[in-house]
């Protein structure tokens, strides 16, 4: 019984149990991008909720929380577009170029970049991550 216990103590076993379980259901019932998709969605809620409940907490606005919820939705958009692309006959380098969805999904691919960048400067600059960088060269001096 304390080997039972154990084992759902640490966290990461019973997402990996939950994440399979969910992984098999899809596959059996062959929604396998619909999964994706919605479970997309409901991380980029997770995301927002996790944001509005800070800014209720503590009167601020945590914007990697919000990047994240941002990251998320393109990175869903770019799933979606590069399933739709399966669909289309590329013969040659000119079909490449002259198809409206291949424009889509570069631009999508630059703006996860760009979030991507924005993610990494807002932890850079945020308060606690500065404060925490000045008493670690404080504890040098």
């Given at each position: 019984?304390?080997?039972?216990?154990?084992?759902?103590?640490?966290?990461?076993?019973?997402?990996?149990?939950?994440?399979?379980?969910?992984?098999?259901?899809?596959?059996?019932?062959?929604?396998?991008?619909?999964?994706?998709?919605?479970?997309?969605?409901?991380?980029?809620?997770?995301?927002?909720?996790?944001?509005?409940?800070?800014?209720?907490?503590?009167?601020?606005?945590?914007?990697?929380?919000?990047?994240?919820?941002?990251?998320?939705?393109?990175?869903?958009?770019l799933i979606v577009n590069?399933?739709?692309?399966?669909?289309?006959?590329?013969d040659s380098?000119?079909?490449?170029?002259?198809?409206?969805?291949?424009?889509?999904?570069?631009?999508?691919?630059?703006?996860?970049?760009?979030?991507?960048?924005?993610?990494?400067?807002?932890?850079?600059?945020?308060?606690?991550?500065?404060?925490?960088?000045?008493?670690?060269?404080?504890?040098?001096?």
């Amino acid at each position: 019984m304390r080997r039972f216990m154990r084992f759902f103590k640490d966290k990461f076993y019973i997402e990996i149990l939950f994440a399979t379980a969910l992984f098999f259901v899809a596959l059996s019932l062959n929604l396998m991008l619909e999964f994706i998709i919605y479970m997309l969605y409901f991380i980029i809620y997770l995301e927002i909720v996790r944001a509005v409940i800070n800014y209720i907490r503590e009167q601020r606005v945590v914007i990697s929380f919000l990047v994240d919820a941002f990251i998320i939705l393109a990175l869903r958009e770019l799933i979606v577009n590069l399933v739709k692309i399966n669909n289309e006959k590329i013969d040659s380098i000119e079909a490449l170029w002259s198809s409206s969805l291949n424009y889509n999904i570069m631009i999508i691919s630059g703006v996860i970049l760009f979030l991507f960048l924005v993610r990494y400067l807002s932890v850079k600059t945020a308060p606690k991550y500065l404060i925490d960088k000045i008493k670690k060269t404080d504890n040098y001096v």
